[in-house]
């Protein structure tokens, strides 16, 4: 049996990765350092539109390649190995695929045409103060009005909200959840900004009785929490990829260092404490890169993915945590220097390991699932 990529996963996957080695270095990310400007390459968003891939996994007939989440999440990863200024996480996984997967049919063609071209940008607002797991808001209300809802609450953290064509959320209701799409100059909304050491451009999403039509809201009720569920997992595991190629990025660069930096007139590639701790960041790599695969491919089959979901989850926030720190140590005091680039990784692998439930919280959730006989007792 093949457990390899198919030859259109290659495909994307080596596209996404030229591309990115083309245009995004150092000396490119620097401009948008302490917020000199928004996080954002339009010049790179583009080309990636041309390439095809913002339309990786949205249906042909919507002008997509038709793939699914598995060659989408390829490029999620080749974008965390670049830590490409690019919001496609917001974009593509959190906003684009529950409109794929839940929207009507004039909601599709409403939107998923211009997702595709680069013309349209999504976010999604997924966390509320104090409460990372979107499938469960807490404060963000919806109250039915007429064929719409009326929308209240606040979600934080929420990507590109100032430059978001619309913003997908999810909002409590008396008989479940619903998904909806704001638009950002909506009267009852606010944006007021929030500033990341990733230097992403982020904001708090204010909404007063926000009224939100029928043709703006994707699933409510029962079913809505559902697919608030599915949401979930899918973003989760994207992060979990964006995590591996910015870990298996800055293990590399940490090989390459130590494999040209002498002390004492040797490489210090050849000291074993060094030998050991770069074998031990290899191996917490590969580690990640089984269970993020094993993950992405349940989704993909359209399997339960609960427990793997977690697993990937908890690897993904230890294995980034280990991995900078080795990667700092190894390289002494270059590694701070912010004429280096490995910095920038430290920032994003901290983010991707707390954002959305950190180690310690997947953790307690795997232990009540195997408590609950929900895990590995079968």
């Known amino acids: 049996m ?24 150092a000396e490119s990310l620097s401009q948008y350092d302490d917020y000199k400007s928004d996080r954002f390459d339009r010049e790179l968003w583009q080309k990636l539109a041309e390439a ?7 249906d042909e007939q919507f002008g997509g390649m038709g793939f699914g989440f598995f060659e989408l999440a390829l490029l999620i990863e080749e974008a965390g190995r670049a830590i490409a200024p690019l919001p ?11 409109l794929q997967k839940y929207a009507s049919p004039a909601q599709k063609q409403q939107w998923l045409p211009g997702v595709v071209s680069g013309e349209v940008l999504l976010s999604a607002a997924l966390v509320e103060a104090y409460n990372d797991d979107p499938s469960q808001p807490w404060n963000t209300v919806a109250s039915k009005e007429g064929d719409g809802f009326l929308i209240s609450g606040e979600k934080t953290h929420v990507p590109f909200a100032h430059l978001a064509d619309r913003i997908l959320l999810t909002a409590k209701t008396e008989d479940g959840l619903v998904l909806a799409l704001i638009d950002p100059k909506a009267k009852g909304v606010s944006l007021q ?99 993020t695969y094993q ?13 793997e979901t977690q697993i990937a989850k908890i690897w993904a ?21 912010r004429d280096y680039p490995l910095w920038r990784y430290c920032t994003w692998m901290r983010h991707n390991e707390m954002a959305l439930g950190g180690s310690a919280k997947n953790l ?7 408590a609950a006989g929900q895990a590995f007792c079968q």
Request: overall charge negative; aromatic content about 6%.
């Open 2 to 25: 093949d457990f390899g990529f198919s030859e259109q996963q290659r495909d994307v996957q080596n596209l996404a990765r030229k591309i990115f080695d083309d245009n995004v270095n």
């Open 52 to 58: 095809g891939l913002l339309g990786v996994a949205i």
């Open 88 to 98: 496609l996480f917001s974009h593509l996984i959190a906003a684009a695929m529950p």
């Open 193 to 291: 900004e929030q500033r990341v050491t990733t230097y992403e451009p982020q904001s708090v999403l204010s909404l007063d009785n926000v009224r939100v039509s029928a043709s703006d809201v994707l699933v409510s009720g029962a079913e809505g929490v559902a697919a608030a569920q599915w949401l979930a997992e899918h973003c989760t595991v994207a992060l979990c990829a964006h995590q591996l190629g910015a870990s298996d990025k800055a293990m590399r660069m940490t090989a390459s260092y130590t494999a040209e930096r002498k002390q004492f007139g040797v490489l210090i590639s050849t000291f074993q404490a060094v030998g050991h701790r770069a074998a031990s960041c290899f191996i917490d790599v590969e580690c990640l890169r089984l269970n």
């Open 295 to 307: 993950a992405i491919s349940r989704l993909d089959s359209g399997l339960d993915a609960a427990n």
């Open 317 to 337: 926030g230890d294995v980034g945590h280990r991995v900078s720190y080795a990667a700092q140590h190894l390289h002494g005091g270059t590694g701070i220097d």
């Open 364 to 370: 307690a959730k795997l232990g009540q699932r195997i």
